[in-house]
């Protein structure tokens, strides 16, 4: 979308307000508004050093993006310009402005002076600065978040002095956040709240903090080539008091810089206020809660000898990391008592000095090891052991319910089946009508159709819908498909029967077959998880040989009879018929069970799929 108005960029404009849209040169002094051929100046973000920043829009790449104009005619301010552009065209590092090779060009004013604007072109950082931050935690900001931004600026650090750069004016003003989804959370709570959500774990620091950025790289310096005195750059309150002398620089500068920077940000404070008049360093730690391995961090790059702090980025990161880690343990995962005792240790050794900090960092960090290894050892062993518990009574819950409910319905389904299909005139009324309608539709049936017919059938669509109904074994409780597997599994399974009697009287393992083939059909219409033919095939198998174990230990049911014989369908065959289809449902279920529970897990963690 294009901008509806533009500013002209002539530091010596009368009128730079009074550019519009659409034409090509401002109508106050003639500059012209179209930059390099793509870039139309927006508005002015503000005037600072030697620079003046203005929010331009890139016609090419349709974003926003900021251009930095020099003001200063000074030979020196224009070199450390063009050095400024060259160091940021060739970095390419998340904390740092991306900038492109040709973002470089100079803009020639006649009007009402004549003179030349070096321009520089740089990405649009969403955020705010660490001085903005600081006036929002007047008391100080949280230690989990400028120790994660500590880190940052550590990482930023060392990538411009693996490319022999150094940045020289680290501070607040020159570190920016970028904006993050959650900042807003943060802007919007009171210092307090928001440090006991980030010692809570509710806020991860890295979310709320956001990616660090350093700015205003115009000072930068080379360490290639030969070295003398620095140009005499500084900001007072962060510089090193080698850089404000003018002396020999080296990264050394940039970690007391940030030193200092972190101070500002823990106490809320200029770290001015802290210097010793005597001896020069700033005494600060005792305004500031700050854990003693991130404040002995900070005390190393704050020493006044360049030759004492940190040899290299890298170095002062570990530490930060080592805060942070020990930080979050101490916090989150370290009973009470190991808490007290590990700051006992730290007080002592922070009482002791550098050598006895290293000591007994190491010590606490051990420490720290040994006993959360052991703890979560013991953790992991107990938390093994209810979930094997809770597994386990889950299992047998929904087993145990599933057969309920199941030998429930078959007793039901039986019982209703058995009173319509031989003490009323109903089931033989309807199975007359059902053979008749069969011969209608395919010719003479080679099976006659008998009362029992409708014993199997109500038997199978109680067990399916007691089976459904306790919606065991992951199903999807299809009423409807299960009621009518049910019905279809066990009448054709009567069908076999009925055909096996026509060759010879009906025996145990008659009733075998029939139970494998009534189960698995029931099995194939509750809806249960893949794999639905193994579930199946298990609680068939498993079914007809508990069936078998039955049949051939006791004497054969009653059932054998009535189907070999109807005319004596009494409250012997009655009870035996309701007991054999409710233990066939019973032990459907059961093997139902075994094959969701314990089969195919087992099979699962062996590699089958």
Known sequence: MQP???????????????????????????????????YLPLKKLGTGGFAITYIIYDRQTKTERVLKVLIETAPKALALFQQEAAVLARLRHPGVPRVERDSYFQINLRHP???????????????????????????????????????QAADILG???????????????????????????????????????????????????????????????????????????????????????????????????????L?????????????????????????????????????????????????????????????????????????????RLLEMVLDVADRLGKRGWDLATTFAIALVSVILFLYRAIAG??????NVLSWSLQACFDTVLAMWLAGLGASVGAGTGFALAYWSPMGTEAIARLSQLLTQWFGPIPLPLDPVLIL?????????????????????????????????????????????????PLAAPDLVGFSAIAIASIALGVGLPKPHLFHASISAIGSAFLVARLLYTVSPPALLHLLSDATNAGWLEFWESIAFFSALGIVGSFFLGVSYYLLVPVLKLLGWR
């Open 159 to 261: 990538e411009l002095h693996r490319h022999q750069i150094i940045h020289r004016d680290i501070k607040p003003a020159n570190l920016m956040i970028r904006r993050s989804p959650n900042q807003s959370l943060a802007k919007s709570l009171s210092p307090g709240s928001f440090l006991k959500m980030l010692n809570q774990g509710r806020i991860p620091p890295g979310s709320v903090g956001g990616q660090l950025v350093a700015i205003d790289f115009g000072g930068v310096k080379q360490l290639r080539g030969p070295q003398g005195t620095s140009t005499r750059l500084y900001s007072p309150g962060y510089s090193p008091p080698e850089q404000m002398a003018g002396a020999l620089v080296g990264p050394g500068a940039d970690f007391y810089a940030l030193g200092r920077t």
């Open 4 to 38: 509806q108005s533009l500013h002209c960029i002539n530091p010596d404009c009368a009128s730079p307000l009074s550019a519009a849209d659409g034409k090509k040169f401002c109508l106050s002094c003639g500059a012209p508004l179209l930059l390099n051929r793509r």
């Open 263 to 339: 101070v500002h940000l823990l106490t809320g404070r200029s770290p001015t206020e802290f210097d010793d008049p005597k001896t020069g360093r700033c005494r600060w730690r005792q305004h500031a809660s700050v854990s003693p391995l991130f404040a002995n961090a900070i005390e190393e790059t704050l020493e006044l000898d360049p030759n004492k702090r940190p040899t290299s980025a890298a170095k002062i990161q570990a530490r930060l990391v080592n805060a942070s880690n020990l930080t979050t343990i101490v916090r989150t995962r370290v009973p009470g008592l190991l808490t």
């Open 456 to 504: 199997f059938s109500m038997a199978g669509l109680g067990t399916a819908l007691g089976l459904t109904e306790a919606g065991s074994f992951g199903q999807r409780r299809r009423f409807v498909t299960a009621g009518l597997m049910g019905t279809v599994g066990y009448g054709c399974g009567w069908l076999v029967l009925h055909a096996a009697l026509e060759s010879q």
């Open 113 to 151: 002076n004549p003179r030349v604007l070096p321009c520089l072109v740089m990405e649009k950082i969403a955020g705010e600065t660490l001085e903005a931050v600081i006036d929002r935690f007047p008391q100080g900001c949280p230690e989990a978040l400028a120790l994660d931004w500590a880190i």
């Open 381 to 386: 062993v107990l938390q093994t052991f209810f």
